[in-house]
């Protein structure tokens, strides 16, 4: 499968606890992308990097979540200290330089459940 | 980065029918537009881009007005397969610059009845 691929699909923790994603995007694209969806809502934009640098952050975005691209490749979200309002599905995409505001190409996300 | 705005639904349809979506944005500046697809419990699809000379691919035609910065899709002939969450999507950002990012509207759910 070469799309975007996300790790792991189901992630359920204790409230309070850290939890990292991980997001690989399809090869050779260089923006990476964070969403977050809640339940019947549609997806929220988080973040962007092109290649390692970080270009966009939401205010949704507070200082328990923190996103790397170090090498400019795969990506990690990391959330600090859960919290219940944090359950969501988080969606990665991506795209290839030079396609504008074209498509982006979404993984299937990892559901998060925080107790 | 403002809002994008769909009525939610659902909308219940007889298959063979023909059904519109529309949606409103609000930021003027918003230059890249698509319909995405999301069917229950997975990640958004891209359906199609939609352009101010509105496009057509199959059974699936979208417009835009940027005047009234709106959006529309037409469904025609609906199959079974069609039930989804359409989603109508903006990019607000900016062509020569950095800004890029998608805002979603909240989807209006579709439910083909054969």
């Known amino acids: 499968d070469t799309g975007v691929s996300q790790d792991p699909r189901h992630k359920i923790t204790k409230r309070g606890q850290n939890v990292t994603f991980r997001c690989d995007p399809i090869?050779?694209?260089?923006?990476l992308y964070w969403y977050r969806q809640t339940l019947g809502q549609g997806p929220e934009f988080l973040t962007y990097?092109?290649?390692?640098?970080?270009?966009?952050k939401s205010r949704l975005l507070s200082d328990r979540f923190s996103a790397e691209r170090p090498k400019g490749s795969f990506s990690t979200l990391e959330i600090q200290r859960t919290e219940q309002g944090d359950s969501a599905m988080y969606l990665c995409?991506?795209?290839?330089?030079?396609?504008?505001?074209?498509?982006?190409?979404f993984g299937p996300g990892t559901r998060l459940t925080v107790l | 980065r403002k809002e994008v705005e769909q009525d939610p639904g659902p909308f219940n349809v007889p298959e063979g029918a023909t059904v519109a979506f529309n949606c409103t944005y609000s930021n003027s500046a918003s230059q890249s537009f698509f319909w995405y697809r999301q069917d229950c419990r997975k990640e958004p699809k891209l359906l199609m881009s939609v352009y101010s000379s509105g496009n057509e691919d199959g059974r699936f035609t979208a417009q835009l007005n940027r005047a009234s910065q709106y959006i529309s899709l037409l469904i025609r002939d609906s199959k079974l397969s069609d039930s989804a969450t359409y989603l109508c999507v903006v990019n607000w950002g900016d062509s020569g610059g950095g800004a890029d990012g998608l805002t979603f509207g909240k989807g209006t759910h579709l439910i083909i009845q054969p």
């Open positions: 995409a991506s795209k290839p330089e030079g396609s504008g505001l074209g498509e982006q190409f």
């Open positions: 990097f092109q290649n390692e640098a970080q270009l966009e």
């Open positions: 090869s050779e694209h260089n923006r």
